[in-house]
């Protein structure tokens, strides 16, 4: 009973106390207010996703860069006789899913391949998003196209933006594979004993001081590479989370303004 009254009580105050009469429903917010916030929601999507465009194309030069530098890395290895004998007995520790530098590489050109794919995916989902945002009104959109939107960018444009994010995880951990086993390497070509000392027994050659240089200039640019890299899932993944919040918002208001102007025409 404490509870019902506290409930009265409440809506009085509010002014939304429903009428003693069978009139229809009256509501603290109107359509047109709910409309209007969906919009201002959806509006901070936009104003968003057109900061970060720049961003995103930066995105396409990164991956065209790291491609030409894994391939770099992958010539340095295979060019030497020396090297790949050492490579073949390195201890990687890859939890069993790499056995050789060639898989390495093959794995990261995979993901850097599949990151260009959700890239322009990526692109042209939000592309759609702000051609759509930018033919709507904040007075006169209604909450049927608000809704629509609402819904395209919550199962299209944030789809696509966690299938970026889970390919740039991917080459993330790939590319410290690589910087891992560019270490690896470059620790046996500064030692003279275990590893180097096998290669020496196994090939009967010396290595090559251009082959110390190279393969820790790999190691270097690797371990660049994948800071920068983080840097960007992380960006990526901040304005993922303030676009889901704002779309969230957009598509509440909006399918509560479909139920009133429903209850009003009913």
């Given at each position: 009973?404490?509870?019902?009254?506290?409930?009265?009580?409440?809506?009085?105050?509010?002014?939304?106390?429903?009428?003693?009469?069978?009139?229809?429903?009256?509501?603290?917010?109107?359509?047109?207010?709910?409309?209007?916030?969906?919009?201002?929601?959806?509006?901070?999507?936009?104003?968003?996703?057109?900061?970060?465009?720049?961003?995103?194309?930066?995105?396409?030069?990164?991956?065209?860069?790291?491609?030409?530098?894994?391939?770099?890395?992958?010539?340095?290895?295979?060019?030497?006789?020396?090297?790949?004998?050492?490579?073949?007995?390195?201890?990687?520790?890859?939890?069993?899913?790499?056995?050789?530098?060639?898989?390495?590489?093959?794995?990261?050109?995979?993901?850097?391949?599949?990151?260009?794919?959700?890239?322009?995916?990526?692109?042209?989902?939000?592309?759609?998003?702000?051609?759509?945002?930018?033919?709507?009104?904040?007075?006169?959109?209604?909450?049927?196209?608000?809704?629509?939107?609402?819904?395209?960018?919550?199962?299209?444009?944030?789809?696509?933006?966690?299938?970026?994010?889970?390919?740039?995880?991917?080459?993330?951990?790939?590319?410290?594979?690589?910087?891992?086993?560019?270490?690896?390497?470059?620790?046996?070509?500064?030692?003279?004993?275990?590893?180097?000392?096998?290669?020496?027994?196994?090939?009967?050659?010396?290595?090559?001081?251009?082959?110390?240089?190279?393969?820790?200039a790999s190691r270097d640019t690797f371990n660049s590479r994948l800071a920068l890299l983080n840097?960007?899932?992380?960006?990526?993944?901040?304005?993922?989370?303030?676009?889901?919040?704002?779309?969230?918002?957009a598509r509440t208001y909006a399918e509560l303004a479909l139920q009133i102007d429903n209850q009003?025409?009913?």
């Amino acid at each position: 009973m404490r509870i019902l009254t506290f409930i009265i009580m409440l809506l009085l105050i509010t002014g939304c106390a429903p009428k003693p009469t069978p009139e229809a429903p009256t509501y603290c917010l109107t359509s047109g207010q709910l409309s209007a916030y969906s919009y201002d929601h959806l509006s901070r999507v936009a104003a968003l996703l057109r900061a970060d465009a720049r961003s995103i194309d930066d995105y396409n030069s990164f991956i065209v860069a790291t491609k030409g530098i894994v391939n770099n890395y992958a010539d340095v290895i295979q060019s030497s006789v020396y090297l790949t004998n050492v490579v073949r007995f390195l201890p990687i520790p890859y939890a069993g899913e790499v056995c050789n530098v060639t898989k390495i590489v093959s794995n990261t050109v995979l993901h850097l391949n599949s990151a260009g794919v959700a890239l322009d995916r990526y692109k042209k989902s939000s592309t759609s998003f702000l051609v759509a945002f930018d033919k709507l009104n904040r007075t006169t959109a209604t909450p049927a196209e608000l809704s629509k939107l609402s819904v395209y960018a919550d199962n299209t444009v944030m789809a696509d933006a966690r299938e970026l994010q889970t390919s740039l995880h991917k080459i993330s951990t790939s590319t410290a594979a690589m910087a891992m086993t560019a270490q690896s390497i470059s620790n046996a070509l500064e030692t003279t004993g275990g590893y180097l000392n096998q290669a020496k027994n196994l090939v009967g050659v010396q290595p090559q001081s251009n082959d110390k240089i190279q393969v820790t200039a790999s190691r270097d640019t690797f371990n660049s590479r994948l800071a920068l890299l983080n840097q960007k899932i992380n960006s990526l993944e901040n304005s993922a989370d303030t676009h889901r919040q704002n779309i969230a918002k957009a598509r509440t208001y909006a399918e509560l303004a479909l139920q009133i102007d429903n209850q009003v025409q009913n």
